[in-house]
């Protein structure tokens, strides 16, 4: 049996204060935003209604590799942008690749419902403090054993 969804007003502040956001924050600093409002607010609290609001679909949760987990307000299909050196996260403006998911579904046997996708790079203020090229190196093929 599926549980019922009920909007509660810690949820529904909650979810204010995600929707007004655009820097896709930690658990944490949704919790020090809402605690503006809700004084009493329990950091267990956010942490346990943004993973309900995202299982409900009215925010997402990013998982992005080598990050703390973020929120986004904004359920819309779109893309993000991940600083690979200090893990700032932005929306990429533009319309989702619909002929991404035809082409996927039609060359597997799954039942495509959406799809997300991630860029890596470093953001602007991450290029202009580095001292050295940001773009790792390239790694030497290991040469065999023949070839010495």
């Known amino acids: 049996m599926k549980k019922k969804f009920r909007m509660t007003r810690q949820r529904r502040i909650i979810l204010e204060e995600l929707r007004n956001l655009h820097s896709h924050p930690t658990a944490d600093e949704v919790y020090d935003i809402v605690r503006k409002r809700m004084p009493r607010i329990s950091l267990g609290t956010v ?5 309900i609001l995202s299982q409900w679909g009215l925010a997402q949760k990013l998982d992005l590799a ?5 929120f986004d307000g904004s359920t819309d299909d779109h893309y993000h942008v991940r600083c ?4 700032e996260i932005e929306d990429v403006a ?12 039609s060359s597997t046997e799954f039942e495509i419902i959406g799809h997300r996708l991630n860029f890596l790079g470093f953001c602007p203020k991450c290029r202009h403090e580095a001292e ?6 390239i790694r030497e093929e290991p040469q065999s054993i023949d070839e010495k």
Do not use: A
């Not at 942490?47 to 993973?51: D, G």
């Open 47 to 51: 942490y346990r209604n943004l993973e």
């Open 66 to 70: 080598g990050n703390r987990r973020r």
């Open 84 to 87: 690979v050196r200090c893990g």
């Open 94 to 105: 533009g319309e989702p690749l619909q002929n991404l998911e035809e082409s996927v579904r």
């Open 132 to 137: 050295e090229p940001l773009v790792p190196p």
